[in-house]
């Protein structure tokens, strides 16, 4: 599970800092990878190496939605839903956090693997250091999307 911490400013004009979690387990991801065709690392290759903006938009969008959700008090349950997912898609902190993953391979990227389970992310260290995962973020590593005004 990831706990990220999101500065942003809300609409009563209040600035608010504010921790978020989000995870895919390995359920999850059998179903992500069995919708996209070829698997979700080789659509992310392709849509990085063409700059498939429509196309990364969309699927940056389905990763924040479909890994945000709430940790159980107890620490038992990790609650995702489609409730709690629109609500969140509500705020400025979504707002925030997906502006900064488009415009950000490096920051993208990151994101992916800790939203992994640790086993996964373990594993995805060990396959990147023999090379036999290929970094997907280019080596000129351009800004996504230039869409936002820059923050000052």
Request: charged share 30%; net charge negative.
């Amino acid at each position: 599970m990831y706990k990220r911490t999101i500065k942003y400013t809300d609409f009563n004009d209040v600035e608010r800092t504010q921790d978020y979690y989000f995870y895919l387990s390995k359920t999850d991801l059998t179903k992500l990878n069995s919708r996209v065709e070829g698997g979700i690392q080789n659509k992310f290759e392709k849509m990085i190496n063409k700059l498939d903006v429509k196309e990364l938009v969309a699927t940056v969008e389905e990763l924040i939605l479909s890994s945000y959700g709430e940790k159980s008090d107890d620490g038992t349950r990790f609650i995702k839903s489609k409730e709690l997912a629109v609500a969140f898609s509500q705020t400025n902190a979504y707002d925030e956090l997906f502006m900064s993953l488009i415009n950000d391979p490096d920051s993208l990227a990151d994101f992916i693997k800790k939203i992994l389970p640790q086993d996964i992310q373990v594993k995805i260290d060990e396959e990147m250091a023999k090379g036999n995962i290929p970094n997907i973020v280019p080596e000129n590593k351009p800004e996504i999307v230039d869409i936002a005004p820059k923050q000052e």
